[in-house]
T-cell receptor, first 113, second 116 residues
Framework: NAGVTQTPKFRILKIGQSMTLQCTQD?????MYWYRQDPGMGLKLIYY???????DKGEVPNGYNVSRSTTEDFPLRLELAAPSQTSVYFC????????????FGPGTRLTVL | AQSVTQLGSHVSVSEGALVLLRCNYS??????LFWYVQYPNQGLQLLLK??????LVKGINGFEAEFKKSETSFHLTKPSAHMSDAAEYFC??????????????FGTGTQLKVEL
């Protein structure tokens, strides 16, 4: 099993550009999550999904969109990149919504200039 | 609402010394608690989790944590630090999300430095 994979690993965007961060998991997990990590701030939940076709907002959803057409994939879309979106983005998945052990991808480091 | 407080954003210990990383939680429901480790330029890896079974939880790499309800704490310990333990450690608490998915709320992290 590859677990949770994310692409790209690094990206530099100009203000106003758009991009999609890809996330795929091969563990057949229903639950998937997107976080952003900023220095000294821990991880903040952007969006989550409880299954294909079902998504919902987390703590910091503004400026982002998601979709979940399959169990495996959970892409995160930035429509109009802003410097405030410079961060490291992590995708995670979990099997159980009770103890909710989450498995994390390696992250995407995004810089918006 | 749930929250986690990690006391000390940076902790430095000597190799072979005790590691103690502090975590206090707030939760309106019986919590599930987690410790994750993040090595440089990597994702988070689960160290251990508490899910209302034994209050002393053993994890990977010789780490353990004790759930103390009276103190609302879940401190992480390791008897003898190794250089390879240098990383950032995150405590997290799990509670409910409407509609099903179970949200993890993370602390702000503790950077552990291990010195010779």
């Amino acid at each position: 099993n590859a677990g949770v994979t994310q692409t790209p690993k690094f990206r530099i965007l100009k203000i106003g550009q758009s991009m999609t961060l890809q996330c795929t998991q091969d563990m057949n997990h229903n639950y998937m999550y997107w976080y952003r990590q900023d220095p000294g701030m821990g991880l903040k939940l952007i969006y989550y999904s409880v299954g294909a076709g079902i998504t919902d907002k987390g703590e910091v959803p503004n400026g982002y969109n998601v979709s979940r057409s399959t169990t495996e994939d959970f892409p995160l879309r930035l429509e109009l990149a802003a410097p405030s979106q410079t961060s490291v983005y992590f995708c995670a998945s979990s099997y159980s919504h009770t103890d909710n052990e989450q498995f994390f991808g390696p992250g995407t480091r995004l810089t918006v200039l | 609402a749930q929250s986690v407080t990690q006391l000390g954003s940076h902790v430095s210990v000597s190799e072979g010394a005790l590691v103690l990383l502090r975590c206090n939680y707030s939760s309106s429901v019986p919590p599930y608690l987690f410790w994750y480790v993040q090595y440089p330029n990597q994702g988070l890896q689960l160290l251990l989790k508490y899910t209302s079974a034994a209050t002393l939880v053993k994890g990977i790499n010789g780490f353990e944590a004790e759930f103390k309800k009276s103190e609302t704490s879940f401190h992480l310990t390791k008897p003898s630090a190794h250089m390879s333990d240098a990383a950032e450690y995150f405590c997290a608490v799990s509670g409910g999300l409407t509609g099903g998915g179970n949200k993890l709320t993370f602390g702000t992290g503790t950077q552990l430095k291990v010195e010779l």
